[in-house]
């Protein structure tokens, strides 16, 4: 085992940090903490992590890449390793290095070390020696942020990793002009893959993947999140039943959701649920990042349950290409970005009925823990007579009632007129942080 880590030690330094395309996810390292990143599959850790460390080489947090143990345990000669094996990790990484080299700042990376028992007092022992920083990867149904904050005690600051945001949408497909100077060419090239987003989605391999293989590459995404994520990862009994159901949200993407149609739903198809197991497979599907919820806005708990919650799939195109919707469902779509954006800021995001007609804002946007201060009502196109009507009803009694927020209309079309309510192209909205 020392000479397979040796290798595997060495390799790394040999090789170089490999090619990647720049995040903007900021990960945070907290002094005497190990830094986690988690997300969702297929979301592009892995290479998050190598941005980490030629920032940190860049930075001079690091003065070479031989201060750097890295160790992928995906590797089926590391995923043999034992508890016991762990402790040679350190002591072999240290027999590299010079004596001076020893005595400065040291990063250790370790991606999916989770499938070692035990792994969980070896990063904290490495913790303790004030010089070096430990950082792990891995997904979320093993890196669950209650679940390692038991594990290490308290000792671990979390950075959470979703799919691609739009300027990384762009980034990813050799777009860099800056938001604040774009020709008009550049515009019409960014609208181009706005539609190119909402057609494949967030996910890093779709950016280069064709069209006549997204479906199929996002279809074996899905499988892969039931099978390692729900049926094995928390051993679930019946794992037809599960499948049928996480299809079911992808189904109701940018849609009412409640606990209580679904199980009648599904026992309508055969599978005989308890009210509890639905409840406990929403809520593993949103610890997996599988999906994101928003409930009603209230400060009441009780208004909160009762009424329904609005979900969201983590890629709008994986939920499209499962479902086997014949037509494109663009404005469920575009919605979903917009609540991905949102969330990726670190808002907190609900939704509202208004008047006696319960007219739904489809978003109401706080800072945790504070009032809210803007509402948005997102659309394909408000020219229509009918459409504007219709979003601005609600838009309008909202406002009447809570003058201190900011409401505003995002449509995929570009605004032709002015209205009561300032509309917003998507495009700008998910460039502009200030469109908000």
Known sequence: MDSLLKERILDFHQSGIPAYTRRDATVAHVKDMVTTIVGGRKTGKTYLTYQVIDDLLKSGGLESLRRVCYLHFDDEALAAMRQEDLAGIDRVFLSLLEKEEREGALLFVFDEIHRVQGWENFVLRLKKRPNWLVMVTGSTVDLEEDKVARQLRGKTFTNRLHPLSFKEFLRFNGFNSSPDRM???????????????????????????????????????????????????????????????????????????????????????????????????????????????????????????????????????????????????????????????????????SYDLAGTEKAEIDFVVSRHGERPFAAIQVCMDIADDVVEGRELKGLAWYAKRNPDVACRVITLAEPRRKLAVPVVSALDFLLDHDKL
């Open 183 to 349: 020709s008009s060419a550049d515009r019409a090239a960014a609208r181009g893959l706005l539609d190119l987003y909402l057609e494949k989605g967030g996910y890093p391999a779709a950016t280069v993947v064709d069209r006549q293989i997204l479906r199929q590459l996002l279809q074996n995404y899905f499988n892969s999140i039931v099978a390692s994520d729900f049926i094995l990862g928390r051993d679930i009994q019946s794992p037809g039943a599960c499948k049928a159901y996480l299809r079911d949200l992808l189904q109701k993407n940018a849609c009412p959701y409640t606990h209580k149609k679904e199980l009648n739903n599904l026992r309508s198809m055969g599978f005989p649920l308890a009210p509890k197991t639905v409840s406990e497979w929403f809520t593993w599907a949103e610890e997996s990042y599988f999906l994101g919820s928003a409930g009603i806005q209230s400060p009441s708990p009780k208004r909160v349950a009762k009424n329904y919650r609005k979900i969201y799939c983590c890629d709008w195109a994986m939920a499209n290409s499962v479902t086997g919707w014949s037509e494109k469902r663009i404005s469920r779509s575009l919605e979903a970005v917009v609540y991905w954006h949102l969330v990726r800021q670190g808002f907190s995001v």
